[in-house]
């Protein structure tokens, strides 16, 4: 039982991790932005890879979660993950709305550039530096792209909408990852306890926003007939909406709510006058000298 932290001191911890994660320069919330697109690029990657050969899906879903555990353990920036930490830390009254929307900015940009950046390289390795097709496993990222595109799209608004809903979905367990990473002490017990939500979303084949940005630019580059205005509004704009009300509202403020954290006393601003140094010798005499 040592092992296990309770609720309510999980949500102090996630308070202080918002603190420190909104007081981040620029610059490592960037680096650390791009780094943590790139390691959920490695781990969609490999999911194509293992069901290219054969396997049934749920075998990517059980591996999906390598991806959100690295970026975790080294403390990276994931703008899905923050869209509850920071929100709670507000609600707190320990981050400014001005840090969380920095905060959000940089990371998201970190993390497209992040996520960019692999698929191009990944596409140069599984066409042999663009000398083949990409075999299997571009078939399939071609698919999946058009699939969370184009398929929404010949629906109109309704495919919006359920893009909008299977993003809401996606990153309440998403979230809910990112807190229990803080569930216990053990670097065992914070990966078993990180696995279940990130498998959970990723079977039920919801919509996650970083994860999108390696995915859908892949099957671009493959030759997905996908124009970037499409992307964007099809499946980026309403994902992104759709996992920032789940991880701000059903995670992060409700958990708050539910278990509040003390807030720190504010801090005095007046000015303590020592005595004049006369007096201080008369209480210094009246107390006896040093004993």
Known sequence: MMDYVSPKDVMQEAVQLAKRKSE???RDLLIRGILAGAFLGYATSLV???VSQGLPPIVGAILFPVGFVILVLLGMELVT??????????MAGTVRVTKLLRNWGWVYLGNLIGSLLYAVLFYLVITNWRTGNG????DLLK??????????????????????????LCNWMVT????LALVSRSTVGKIAAMWLPIMTFFALGFEHSVVNMFLIPSGMILGAPISLGQALFWNLLP????????GALLT???LYVTYPTEKAPAVSQAVVQAPPQGEQQAAFAAAGGLQ
């Open 24 to 26: 981040l320069p620029a």
């Open 48 to 50: 194509f890879a293992v």
């Open 81 to 90: 993950g923050n869209f509850a930490l920071l929100p709670a830390g507000v």
């Open 135 to 138: 075999g299997a496993v571009a």
């Open 143 to 168: 698919q999946a792209a058009q699939k969370k595109t184009l398929a929404y799209a010949a629906l109109g608004y309704s495919g919006w909408g359920t893009a909008l809903m299977k993003a809401v």
């Open 176 to 179: 809910i990852g990112a807190v």
């Open 239 to 246: 994902v992104t909406l759709g996992n920032l009300f789940a």
């Open 252 to 254: 992060g403020m409700a």
